[in-house]
């Protein structure tokens, strides 16, 4: 994983190539359950490894969303005009949106398709998938 930028203009450029290309946002639910099959037709093998993209890239959100953090830490104590600290605050903030919707979709699809604890590890009760 490459390092997360620092910058406000880094990182909108960072995370504008991090997001999915699944607009709008109301089809993200279909166009992960077409990845997925589309994964699960292929082999077992590549549903496992489209689940593991999908955890790296909700990891990858959740530094971005420290990135931001900082970026906000960092201009409360800085100088400079209100209107520039206004304009500022205001990009991070839709660009935190952004993220914070797009791993909080993964996460809750990961939860669901690929628990930690899967339950063949907690019974030995098989479990079948529907294709």
């Known amino acids: 994983m490459e390092p997360v930028p620092s910058t406000l ?3 909108r450029v960072a995370i504008h190539e991090w ?3 699944w607009e709008p ?8 359950n077409l990845a997925l099959c589309q994964a ?3 082999s077992w093998s590549s549903a496992d ?6 955890e790296t890239h909700a990891h990858m959100g959740r530094c971005f969303i420290r990135a931001l953090r900082q970026l906000v830490h ?15 605050f ?3 903030f839709d660009l935190l949106v952004a993220v914070v919707s797009e791993v909080k979709f993964f996460e809750v699809k990961l ?13 030995d009760i098989c479990m079948y998938a529907v294709v």
């Open 9 to 11: 203009p880094e990182l």
């Open 90 to 92: 205001l990009q991070i």
């Open 25 to 32: 946002k109301a089809d993200w639910d279909h166009n992960f």
């Open 49 to 54: 490894r489209f689940f593991r993209e999908c």
């Open 19 to 21: 997001q999915m290309e």
């Open 111 to 123: 939860h669901k398709f690929a628990p930690s604890n899967p339950l063949s590890k907690c019974s």
């Open 74 to 88: 960092e201009l409360c104590h800085s100088r400079g005009s209100r209107d520039k600290l206004c304009d500022t």
């Open 40 to 42: 699960r037709e292929k």
